[in-house]
C-alpha cells in the first residue's frame, strides 16, 4: 500500500497540515479507537461539580473544549484532577454552591461550556459572573439562551443588547418556565434545564424538532427528576432535587467517528474498524445519510454503558449516491455536515443540505467556508441560504484551504485531502485540537504512516 505524506508545520502562532496523496495504491485500513465524546464530556464535568460526593469520568474528551469547561468550575471552587488520563475525579460542591470567582470565566472556543454554564449562573442567587470566550465564541448569538433565561427573571448584560459575550451576569432565584424554543438546540434546552435545577417548581422545555439528549439522560442518572414526552418533544424538570456524583464512562464521539466513516467510504479499497461509538439515537443521522448514500457500514457489538448506547462501526469503500438531508434529521446530524459536503463531492448525483441555517452560526459558518473550500478543490458546490448543493464526481485537486479555526472544517478538508489529488495544504490545522486532540496520529495510523 502507498502512504500519503503527513506533515505539520509551524506557521506562526499556527500550524500548517500538508497532505500529498500517493499517485495510486491509497486505502484506509485499521482498527481504530476514538476520543470521549465532547457534548458528554461537558456534562459530566458540569454534572460533577454541582453534585454531592465524587464523580469518576472515564474516558473524558481530553481535548481544548471539556478543558474550558473545567477550567471554569475550578475557578467556581470546583476540585477537578488534572485532565490527563483515563480517570478524572470531580469532587461536587453540591447544588448552589459555586463560588463566586475572582476572574473572568473564559469559555475559550465552546459553545456548550458558555450556554450550558450560564443556566447555571444565571439560578445562583447572590453570585455575580462574568464570562467570555474567543473571536470566534464571542461573535456567536446568545440571545437563544439570554432570552429564556430573562423569562425566568435573570439578570443578565452583555454588548449588543445582551446579545453577544462578554456577559455579566447577577444570580438569583428564578421563576419556572415553559419555553417553546424556536430552534431544536440542545445547547438552549440543556441551559435552561439547568437553570430549572435550582428553580422551584416544574421547568418545561418544548422543542421544534429532538436535539441531542445527554442533559437528560445524565441528569436523570444523576438523580434529578426529568419527564420526557416524546410526542411533543418536551422535558420538564423539577427544582432543587439531590443530585449524586456518578461513575460516567464516556463513550467515543459519533461526530469524531464521522471523519473516518467517511474517509472509509468515499478511498478506494478501504476498511476501517471504529470502535467504542456512541451511537444515541439523537446523534445517529450520519449512519442514516450513509446508508441512503449507499455506504458499506455495519453496526457491530452493540451494548449500553452508563446510559448510552455504543457500538463499534466497521466501514468498507463503496460508491456512494446523492441524497437529500432536511427538516428533523438535521439535529441529529448537525455537526457532521460538513464531512458529509465531503462525501457528497465523491457521490454521483445532486446532494442537497437545506433546513441547516444553524451552520452559519457555529465555530464558524460552516457553510460558506465549506463551500468556498471545496469549490477551491475542483468541487461544484452551491450555497443556499440554509444549506448547499453538491453535484457529485468533479474529483478534487489538492490547493491552499483554511480551517477558519473551526475544528470540525480542518479535520473535513483532511478527510477531503485524502482522496485529492496531489498535496493538500490546510491552514490553522490545529483548531482540530478543539474536539479530537489526537486527529493526526490517528490519521497516519490509518493512512500506514
Ligand atoms: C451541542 C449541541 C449542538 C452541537 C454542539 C454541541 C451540545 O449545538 O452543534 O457541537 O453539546 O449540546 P446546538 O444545540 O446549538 O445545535
Request: net charge negative.
Amino acid at each position: 500500500m502507498s502512504s500519503p505524506i503527513i506533515q505539520l508545520q509551524p506557521v506562526e502562532q499556527h500550524q500548517d497540515l500538508i497532505i500529498t496523496t500517493p499517485a495510486s495504491g491509497l486505502s484506509l485500513q485499521g482498527t481504530i479507537k476514538i476520543p470521549g465524546d465532547k457534548s458528554i464530556s461537558h456534562r459530566s464535568l458540569m454534572l460533577g461539580a454541582i453534585s454531592e460526593g465524587e464523580t469518576i469520568i472515564h474516558g473524558l474528551l481530553l481535548g481544548e473544549d471539556p478543558r474550558s469547561t473545567a477550567s471554569c468550575f475550578q475557578a467556581m471552587g470546583v476540585e477537578i484532577s488534572e485532565l490527563n488520563s483515563d480517570r478524572v475525579t470531580v469532587k461536587g460542591n453540591g447544588l448552589g454552591n459555586l463560588l463566586e470567582p475572582t476572574e473572568v470565566l473564559n469559555a475559550g472556543n465552546s459553545g456548550t461550556t458558555l450556554r450550558l454554564m450560564l443556566g447555571l449562573l444565571a439560578s445562583h442567587p447572590d453570585r455575580f459572573f462574568t464570562v467570555t470566550g474567543d473571536h470566534s465564541l464571542c461573535s456567536r448569538p446568545m440571545s437563544r439562551v439570554v432570552k429564556p433565561l430573562q423569562e425566568m427573571g435573570a439578570q443578565i448584560w452583555g454588548r449588543k443588547t445582551n446579545t453577544l459575550a462578554p456577559l455579566a451576569i447577577q444570580g438569583q432565584a428564578l421563576k419556572p418556565i415553559h419555553y417553546h424554543s424556536p430552534i431544536a438546540s440542545a445547547q438552549v434546552k440543556s441551559c435552561i434545564l439547568l437553570a430549572g435545577l435550582m428553580t422551584e417548581g416544574l421547568t418545561k422545555v418544548t422543542e421544534p424538532a429532538l436535539s441531542r439528549d445527554h442533559s437528560e439522560r445524565m441528569l436523570q442518572a444523576f438523580g434529578a427528576k426529568i419527564d420526557v414526552d416524546p410526542a411533543t418533544n418536551s422535558v420538564s424538570i423539577m427544582g432543587h432535587p439531590t443530585l449524586k456524583g456518578q461513575t460516567v464512562i464516556v463513550p467515543g464521539d459519533i461526530s469524531s467517528a464521522a471523519f473516518w466513516m467517511i474517509a472509509a467510504a468515499i478511498v478506494p479499497d478501504s476498511n476501517l474498524l471504529i470502535e467504542n461509538v456512541g451511537i444515541n439515537p439523537t446523534r445517529t443521522g450520519i449512519l442514516e445519510v450513509m446508508q441512503a448514500m449507499g455506504a458499506d457500514i455495519t453496526l457491530e457489538n452493540e451494548r449500553i454503558v452508563t446510559g448510552e448506547p455504543v457500538a463499534d462501526l466497521r466501514v468498507k469503500h463503496s460508491h456512494l449516491k446523492a441524497c437529500t438531508i432536511e427538516g428533523d434529521l438535521i439535529p441529529r446530524l448537525i455537526d457532521e455536515i460538513p464531512i458529509i459536503a465531503v462525501a457528497a463531492t465523491f457521490a454521483q448525483g445532486t446532494t442537497i443540505i437545506k433546513d441547516a441555517a444553524e451552520l452559519r452560526v457555529k465555530e464558524s459558518d460552516r457553510l460558506a467556508v465549506m463551500a468556498s473550500a471545496l469549490n477551491k478543490m475542483g468541487a461544484n458546490v452551491t450555497e443556499l441560504p440554509d444549506g448547499l448543493e453538491i453535484i457529485g464526481g468533479t474529483g478534487l485537486t489538492g490547493t491552499e484551504v483554511d480551517s477558519y479555526t473551526d475544528h470540525r472544517i480542518a479535520m473535513s478538508l483532511a478527510i477531503a485531502a485524502l482522496n485529492a489529488k496531489h498535496s493538500t495544504i490546510i491552514h490553522r490545522a490545529e483548531a482540530a485540537g478543539i474536539s479530537y486532540p489526537t486527529f493526526v496520529s490517528t490519521l497516519k495510523q490509518v493512512c500506514g504512516e
